[in-house]
């Protein structure tokens, strides 16, 4: 990727033919009215880029090119990790010109860091890349399969949150000389992501536990239906298999339909027990992470960490 000091020439290489020069020149000042937040982001993070995604028309008779308002998609490591995390900002593009219509083709990406100055001498600044077509294409398409794939981007979403702190707790020991506001910042850091990993097992837990839930409401309904036609021996396989708990069924005491029911039904309590226990943890660790999070932005907003980075934190 090349990478390019000045803003406007991203926008020169990418659309030498223009039906609009005032586009251009309204979708850079935007950029550049954010230039200042994006590059305080940088600074409290680490190894990290910001995307900004833009969507461009085109001119059905001569192809010229018109880009439309950059969209600020966030702080990352990897380009598609940032789009696929950001799906909810997915919008219909549409063009009040007839002549003008949208190719998602033709939709490109800026990716912006932070130039790493020479033994520490000078100002840093931002540097632009730019992800054209076919590149692009390959961003949004890998960003549609990890969408596709809730297990990777859960994996993501952690792999998000894990650079962010880590980080951030990486930036402040480098920006600020506070040894005490660092300690305790950093713990504050600590506490807050150990939460949310706990959060994130709780979730997981949970929603196993509805699915088990659901599969026993199938196997009761199933055995309603089945329980005066299938052989015990049958009933008792097809439930075991179906419940993926062998060990719940004793087979020597287990002798008709009725205790094979019984069974599976306490089964099925025990877990609402457990369901409810783990919903009433949810309730209090989210608790938890909302007060901790308002002590940890308050904390570094007075420091001088930027509103625009902290909206980036999970």
């Excluded at 990406?109 to 130039?115: D, L, Q, S």
């Excluded at 029911?261 to 938890?288: F, G, H, L, R, S």
Aim: net charge positive.
């Amino acid at each position: 990727m090349e990478l390019i000091n000045n803003l406007s020439d991203v926008f020169e290489d990418i659309l030498p033919l223009v039906d609009d020069i005032g586009a251009i020149n309204n979708a850079t000042n935007l950029i550049k009215q954010k230039e200042g937040l994006i590059s305080e982001s940088l600074k409290w993070t680490n190894n990290n880029g910001y995307l900004i995604r833009v969507k461009v028309l085109r001119n059905r008779y001569s192809g010229a090119k018109v880009p439309m308002a950059p969209e600020f998609l966030g702080i990352g490591s990897i380009p598609s990790d940032i789009v696929a995390l950001n799906s909810s900002k997915i919008t219909i593009s549409t063009a009040v010109d007839p002549n003008l219509i949208f190719d998602p083709d033709d939709i490109f990406y800026i990716w912006v860091t932070r130039k790493k100055r020479f033994l520490n001498i000078g100002e840093e600044k931002l540097v632009y890349g730019y992800i054209i077509n076919p590149s692009s294409t390959t961003v949004t398409m890998d960003a549609l399969n990890k969408l596709s794939n809730i297990d990777m981007l859960s994996n993501i979403r952690i792999a998000q949150r894990e650079a962010i702190l880590t980080g951030l707790i990486h930036s402040l020991k480098s920006n600020i000389k506070d040894k005490e506001k660092i300690f305790r910042t950093t713990q504050q850091i600590d506490t807050y992501r150990k939460n949310l990993e706990v959060l994130e097992k709780l979730n997981s837990n949970l929603k196993k536990n509805l699915e088990q839930i659901k599969q026993t409401d199938n196997t009761l309904n199933f055995l309603g239906i089945m329980k005066n036609i299938l052989s015990m021996a049958s009933l008792v396989n097809q439930v075991s298999v179906a419940i993926n708990k062998p060990s719940l069924l004793d087979k020597k005491k287990i002798k008709s339909p009725e205790q094979l029911i019984m069974a599976v039904t306490n089964y099925k309590m025990n877990i609402n027990k457990i369901v409810i226990e783990e919903q009433n943890k949810i309730i209090i660790i989210k608790n938890n992470i909302i007060q901790e999070k308002s002590a940890l932005m308050d904390d570094l907003r007075n420091i001088g960490v930027s509103q625009f980075m902290m909206s980036n934190l999970p």
